[in-house]
Each structure stands twice: as C-alpha cells, then as structure tokens.
C-alpha cells in the first residue's frame, strides 16, 4: 500500500522541509519510491534539493488559485491517482510527500473541504497527516487546529498522525505534554510519534547552501569541501540515529504494515 504524508501548513521556521527532507531520502533506504510536492510557492525549497536528483519525482505546487484551476492543489491528487492506476510500478514501493507551505490560506482550506479520503483508501493509499512541533507554544497551538479538525477522521481510520518533535528550539514540550498529549496520543492511540534531534545549524546551513539535503550528505551523494572527516563523522552519525527514529514507521511502510504508534511508543 502506497502512503501519503500531508506535512500540516502550520507555524513557519519549525522544519518542515527539513522533516520532509528526512522522509524522502530514508524512504529511498527502505526501497520506496519517493513522490514529492512543494507547496512553497515562494521558496521551492524541496524543488531545489530534488530537482535532478534520480529516482524522485517533485514538482512544485501554486497553493492558490490560478488562472485555468481553481485549486492548484487538485494537480497533487490528479498526479496520485495517475500513478495509482498505472501498472507500470507496483504501489507499494510509493511514498506521496505533499510538503504544504507554512499557513493555511482560504484556497487551501476550502480544497481540504473536498479532500478524498475515501477514494484515495479505495485506490490503496494510507495517508498520514504530519504535524512538526518544536518546544514554542506557538508550533502546539497552530498544530491544535488541525488536530481538532481531523481527530474524526482519524478516529474513523480515514488517516493517521504523525508528531514529530523538533528539538531545535528546546527538549521540554511542556504545553503540548499538559494540553494535548493525552488527545493526541492516548486518545488516538494510533498516533506516531517521532522525537527528531537537534542538529548543528553550521551543518545544515551549508548544506542548505549548496542545495543538498541532510540524506544526500550523509549518503556521500553530495559533498561539500568545506566538511572535514569529522564533519561527515558526525553527520553520518546523527542521520543513522534520526533514520532509526523514523525507522519505525518505515520498517512497517515496506512491508505494508503500520503497527500502533509505528514511530515510538507513547507513554
């Protein structure tokens, strides 16, 4: 079965792409076939890293309406549903990222009125909303709305959650722990959950400078001159142990199955 992460367009500057990063090039580690959309009209951030890299298909996305679509967005479930149906490559080595921009814009909104969970289960995708929150109460409270907005739907087995906790601005999430945890992970029990290090901003502010992905580095995809042994020591290091915390979901991805909270156990 094919799986789809729709990364929440919630508060910016809390790693989105970076987390999005992450998925697309452990998948490649687990045999899956990664298909990526950048939603960041701005930026192209994903598109950037991705763009000629084989074996990955990205394209970028205008989230808001233009001139001959009312929603740019339904180029995204218009692409899944082409490739679902084509028997060119079998489903379950694919794995849909849609990396959505930071906000949520009354375009979008109203195309994730129309959403088809449903249909999209029917064709054998399992999709999977991704919220990224970091120690700023700010990162819980722009999340929390898409949580009260979507918990049904997970409690109908329409999509499950992911939590990945950044730890760039910190190691205590005192507001999500005490407001939210037990919703999101006792009460939908289903819930992932992903504690993601923080990482050394020279490191990833060179790569970011030389359009690589942190996976693309530590893989000796790319190679940056300006890293000595240590440097790629160190990066080698905290990828494989952040590819051990998403190994979980991955794992499972492969083979086609997700156990409960697939990422960690939760308290």
């Given at each position: 079965?094919s799986?789809?992460?729709?990364?929440?367009?919630?508060?910016?500057?809390i790693?989105?792409?970076?987390?999005?990063?992450?998925?697309?090039d452990?998948?490649?580690?687990?045999?899956?076939?990664?298909?990526?959309?950048?939603?960041?009209?701005?930026?192209q951030?994903?598109?950037?890293v991705?763009?000629?890299?084989?074996?990955?298909?990205?394209s970028?996305?205008?989230?808001?309406s233009?001139?001959?679509?009312?929603?740019?967005?339904?180029?995204?479930?218009n692409?899944?549903e082409?490739?679902?149906?084509?028997?060119?490559?079998?489903a379950n080595?694919?794995l849909?990222?849609?990396?959505?921009?930071?906000?949520?814009?009354?375009?979008t909104?109203?195309?994730?009125?129309?959403?088809?969970?449903?249909?999209?289960?029917?064709?054998?995708?399992?999709?999977?909303?991704?919220?990224?929150l970091?120690?700023?109460?700010d990162?819980s409270?722009?999340?929390?709305?898409?949580?009260?907005?979507?918990r049904?739907a997970?409690l109908?087995?329409?999509?499950?959650?992911?939590?990945?906790?950044?730890?760039?601005?910190?190691?205590?999430?005192?507001?999500?722990?005490?407001?939210m945890?037990?919703?999101?992970?006792?009460y939908?029990?289903?819930?992932?959950?992903?504690?993601?290090?923080?990482?050394?901003?020279?490191h990833?502010?060179?790569?970011?400078?030389?359009?690589?992905?942190?996976?693309?580095?530590a893989?000796?995809?790319?190679?940056i001159?300006?890293f000595?042994?240590?440097d790629?020591h160190r990066?080698?290091?905290?990828?494989?142990?952040?590819k051990?915390e998403?190994?979980g979901?991955?794992?499972?991805a492969?083979?086609?199955?997700?156990?409960?909270?697939g990422?960690?156990?939760?308290?």
């Amino acid at each position: 079965m094919s799986k789809l992460l729709i990364v929440a367009g919630t508060k910016g500057g809390i790693g989105k792409t970076l987390i999005s990063t992450f998925f697309a090039d452990i998948a490649g580690d687990y045999g899956l076939h990664p298909v990526l959309f950048d939603c960041d009209d701005e930026n192209q951030s994903l598109s950037n890293v991705y763009k000629n890299v084989p074996g990955i298909e990205v394209s970028s996305v205008t989230p808001d309406s233009i001139q001959n679509m009312d929603y740019p967005l339904d180029a995204v479930i218009n692409r899944i549903e082409q490739l679902e149906s084509s028997s060119s490559q079998d489903a379950n080595e694919r794995l849909y990222i849609l990396d959505m921009k930071a906000g949520t814009s009354v375009s979008t909104l109203e195309w994730l009125e129309a959403f088809p969970f449903a249909h999209l289960s029917e064709v054998g995708v399992e999709i999977f909303l991704v919220g990224c929150l970091t120690a700023e109460v700010d990162s819980s409270l722009t999340w929390g709305r898409w949580l009260l907005k979507y918990r049904e739907a997970a409690l109908a087995g329409e999509l499950r959650f992911i939590i990945v906790k950044n730890k760039i601005a910190g190691e205590s999430f005192d507001f999500y722990d005490d407001k939210m945890k037990q919703v999101q992970e006792e009460y939908l029990s289903s819930t992932i959950v992903i504690d993601f290090p923080e990482i050394s901003s020279r490191h990833l502010r060179r790569i970011r400078e030389n359009g690589a992905s942190y996976g693309q580095v530590a893989k000796s995809l790319v190679q940056i001159k300006s890293f000595g042994f240590m440097d790629m020591h160190r990066i080698r290091l905290m990828y494989a142990k952040i590819k051990d915390e998403f190994g979980g979901f991955f794992r499972n991805a492969a083979s086609g199955k997700v156990v409960e909270n697939g990422g960690k156990q939760s308290d």
